[in-house]
């Protein structure tokens, strides 16, 4: 990509930005946090993201400055349809959810890049599953709180053994279970 594409892209994923943040109902405008929010954007889009993916991380901060005491979660699931409905649920009061991967190589990378408080992680996914990415994410960051959220919890029971995570929720059950684990790992 050359520079004026480079700029032009630039410039398409700010304004995106900026309209995303008007069209938010009950916010108010943190003129601090849309710069710092566009410069993670634009450093993202620079480093190799796609425009959605740059979109996604300016969001996320912009949304977890403004509610500064909320609890930063991160949301792991290869599910693009349980990320969205997480990211739906967690997005109050209590709770900003400030990013979200599909399996464990990006959830490394997403705690790395955004230190959460608590990760929400899936085991069953690609690349590297919820299991290994656990272990590295407590060896790293031993002070990031994990609640286990999956569907295949009898299947990795082994692989979890001697592993350390704050709370274990299967996936059929409600989101007010989980929740209720969020807040209790998060007091």
């Not at 710092?36 to 977890?64: M, P, S």
């Not at 990006?106 to 919820?130: I, T």
Request: charged fraction near 30%; proline fraction near 3%.
């Amino acid at each position: 990509m050359n520079e004026a594409s480079s700029a032009a892209a630039a410039v398409r994923l700010v304004h995106a930005l900026h309209e995303w943040v008007l069209g938010l109902e009950g916010a108010g405008f943190d003129a601090d946090a849309i710069a710092q929010a566009d410069r993670i954007a634009v450093e993202a889009l620079q480093e190799g993201a796609t425009q959605e993916r740059a979109l996604e991380l300016g969001k996320d901060f912009y949304v977890a400055n403004l509610r500064p005491h909320a609890a930063r979660v991160a949301v792991i699931d290869d599910e693009s349809d349980v990320r969205v409905l997480l990211r739906m649920f967690l997005n109050e009061e209590r709770f900003a959810v400030v990013g979200e991967a599909a399996n464990g190589r990006e959830a490394v990378s997403l705690v790395d890049e955004q230190r959460p408080d608590v990760v929400v992680l899936d085991l069953n996914m690609p690349a590297m599953d919820g299991a290994e990415a656990l272990r590295l994410i407590k060896q790293r960051w031993p002070d990031v709180k994990v609640v286990i959220h999956t569907a295949f919890g009898e299947l990795f029971r082994p692989k979890l053994e001697g592993a350390e995570f704050e709370a274990f929720v299967e996936k059929s059950g409600s989101f007010d279970q989980l929740v209720g684990e969020l807040e209790r790992v998060c007091s």
